[in-house]
């Protein structure tokens, strides 16, 4: 994996996979990470939300902080009081997954004069199969929208283009044709591409960067939710 600083933000549209992401950096952090939080601030999406494995996170000794508010119609909700322990505590590596559009991102806004002392990586995470980031202009754009509205600049890209169950490994590596196309016009880095487990041999020797092995542990409600695959 990519090597990551001690706060990695994601964000991405509805449908980008983020969370997924943001779970699975987690758990390879905790590997050689002893205190790893998740700050879960994505008051957009109503199905894939980190709280729903807060049992996952329990049992691997990973700190979860949700907003009081999430999912709910608050248009701008409070931040948990324990979102300032990012900051504060240096000891902390932390990945925070923030709403699905322009609008989600402005709760990172408000968290914005405790970022301007702090060294972070904010990664858009791209699944070339969503509508609204299907090319490179409408992607430059989503991305530019997220920027505007949290008041910071995206640092790296991550390919994460899947179609649910339906992903081929061709998904995955159109995707990483498209992150690449990204990076020439932004001069952003691809970070890295997230690739479920079982085409990680089908595509790490078809990619430059490097691969993060997925598992699937956020599902819509009417699936399973937890459902880790080899």
């Known amino acids: 994996m990519y090597p990551l600083k001690r706060l990695t933000i994601l964000c991405g549209h509805y449908g980008s996979g983020k969370t997924n992401v943001a779970v699975n950096i987690a758990a390879e952090l905790k590997k050689s990470r002893e205190i790893v939080t998740v700050a879960d601030l994505d008051i957009v999406n109503p199905y894939f939300r980190t709280k729903d494995s807060a049992a996952y996170f329990e049992q691997q000794g990973i700190r979860l902080i949700c907003s009081a508010y999430a999912n709910s119609n608050v248009d701008i909700p409070a931040l948990p009081q324990e979102m300032y322990a990012l900051t504060d505590d240096r000891s902390m590596t932390a990945v925070l997954d923030i709403g699905g559009d322009p609008i989600g991102a402005r709760v990172l806004a408000r968290f ?10 904010l ?108």
């Open 112 to 121: 914005a004069h405790q970022l301007r002392a702090e060294d972070f990586d």
């Open 123 to 230: 990664l858009f995470v791209l699944n070339a199969n969503r509508p609204e980031t299907k090319d490179v202009e409408s992607a430059l754009q989503y991305m530019q929208g997220i920027e505007a509205e949290c008041r910071q600049k995206v640092t790296g890209i991550v390919n994460n283009t899947h179609l649910c169950g339906e992903t081929t490994a061709e998904e995955i590596l159109k995707g990483a044709r498209l992150a690449q196309q990204l990076s020439e016009r932004t001069s952003l880095p691809v970070i890295h591409h997230a690739v479920q487990r079982k085409f990680v041999e089908q595509v790490q020797d078809k990619l430059p960067e490097p691969v993060l092995p997925m598992n699937i542990y956020m599902k819509k409600p009417w699936e399973i939710i937890f459902c880790e695959e080899e």
